[in-house]
């Protein structure tokens, strides 16, 4: 038997972006794939993401925006969780980024970005494979 936790996953809309129907489909995927997931809703600020991370004790935060706010929220999760020395949680980002702006995003501690139309599996290999160990 496998004594591992199941990867505790936080999806957030972050900002005054409040399409959520894409998330919800991405946490219901997550879950059927074994991972146990917390929706923290829409119209999300960092502070607040981070510290329901912080407090359901995550390994991956995965934000979500179409608002076109990427290069402003998803950094600002990412500094939030380095202040608090938390940089074992992986960030995630997925929605509408144009292509121009993923290399900026990795560049400021997203590690990976998912666009409209990626399958959930590969998602969920991508944040298997990437997770810290939960042994």
Excluded: C, W
């Amino acid at each position: 038997m496998d004594s591992k936790r199941s990867i505790r996953i936080l999806l957030a809309k972050p900002g005054l972006d409040g399409h959520d129907r894409g998330i919800k489909v991405l946490a219901q995927g997550l879950k059927n794939e074994g991972m146990e997931v917390i929706y923290s809703g829409r119209r999300q600020k960092a502070q607040d993401i981070v510290a329901r991370a912080l407090d359901e004790d995550v390994d991956v935060i995965g934000i979500s925006s179409l608002s076109g706010a990427h290069n402003q929220y998803f950094p600002r999760v990412a500094e939030l969780l380095a202040e608090r020395n938390r940089t074992d949680i992986m960030i995630i980002g997925g929605g509408i980024i144009p292509d121009e702006d993923v290399g900026y995003l990795l560049g400021k501690g997203i590690t990976a970005i998912f666009g409209p139309g990626t399958h959930i599996a590969k998602i969920a290999d991508f944040i298997r494979a990437n997770v810290r160990d939960l042994s």
